[in-house]
C-alpha cells in the first residue's frame, strides 16, 4: 500500500517532486493512506520520534531542508545521523504534518499542497 500510493502521487504531480518539502507531502500520504486502509499495519517510523523531538529540530529543517533538491543527500530521510538528524526523523516529521493538514485537507488533495502549506503545519506544530 505505502509503494502504490507514492505511484499515485508521483502520477498526480506528474513526477515533480524533485524539491524536499514536496517529498514530507508525499511521505505523510503514504503513511497516512496505510494506516487508512490498513488499520492494523506497522508504518514503525512515523511515531519513532515525539512532537518534542521533531520540534527540536523544525527551525533547521525548515531553514535548510526544505528547499534541498530530492537528488541532493538529504539526511532527514536517511540513516545518516552523523550529518546533524537523528537517524529516519523525516518519516515522523511527515506522519505529524500530514495528521495536521488533514484538518483542513482530504488525502486526495495532498499532491495539489505546497511548501507554504508544509511551513505552516510544521509552524504551529514544532515553534515553541
Same mark, same amino acid.
Given at each position: 500500500?505505502?509503494?502504490?500510493?507514492?505511484?499515485?502521487?508521483?502520477?498526480?504531480?506528474?513526477?515533480?517532486?524533485?524539491?524536499?518539502?514536496?517529498?514530507?507531502?508525499?511521505?505523510?500520504?503514504?503513511?497516512?493512506?496505510?494506516?487508512?486502509?490498513?488499520?492494523?499495519? %506497522?508504518?514503525?517510523?512515523? %511515531?519513532?520520534?515525539?512532537?518534542?523531538?521533531?520540534?527540536?529540530?523544525?527551525?533547521?529543517?525548515?531553514?535548510?531542508?526544505?528547499?534541498?533538491?530530492?537528488?541532493?543527500?538529504?539526511?532527514?530521510?536517511?540513516?545518516?545521523?552523523?550529518?546533524?538528524?537523528? %537517524?529516519?526523523?523525516?518519516?515522523?516529521?511527515?506522519?505529524?504534518?500530514?495528521?495536521?493538514?488533514?484538518? %483542513?485537507?482530504?488525502?486526495?488533495?495532498?499532491?495539489?499542497?505546497?511548501?507554504?502549506?508544509?511551513?505552516?503545519?510544521?509552524?504551529?506544530?514544532?515553534?515553541?
Amino acid at each position: 500500500m505505502h509503494e502504490y500510493t507514492h505511484t499515485w502521487f508521483y502520477e498526480k504531480i506528474d513526477g515533480r517532486c524533485s524539491k524536499i518539502w514536496r517529498y514530507v507531502i508525499d511521505e505523510a500520504l503514504t503513511q497516512l493512506m496505510v494506516e487508512e486502509i490498513l488499520p492494523n499495519s %506497522n508504518e514503525p517510523m512515523k %511515531n519513532k520520534f515525539s512532537q518534542e523531538e521533531v520540534a527540536d529540530h523544525w527551525d533547521k529543517i525548515k531553514k535548510e531542508e526544505l528547499d534541498k533538491s530530492t537528488s541532493e543527500p538529504s539526511t532527514l530521510y536517511r540513516n545518516f545521523s552523523q550529518k546533524g538528524f537523528p %537517524n529516519w526523523l523525516g518519516y515522523s516529521l511527515s506522519y505529524q504534518i500530514g495528521q495536521k493538514l488533514l484538518e %483542513n485537507h482530504e488525502l486526495k488533495d495532498f499532491p495539489d499542497l505546497s511548501k507554504k502549506d508544509v511551513i505552516k503545519c510544521g509552524d504551529e506544530l514544532f515553534d515553541n
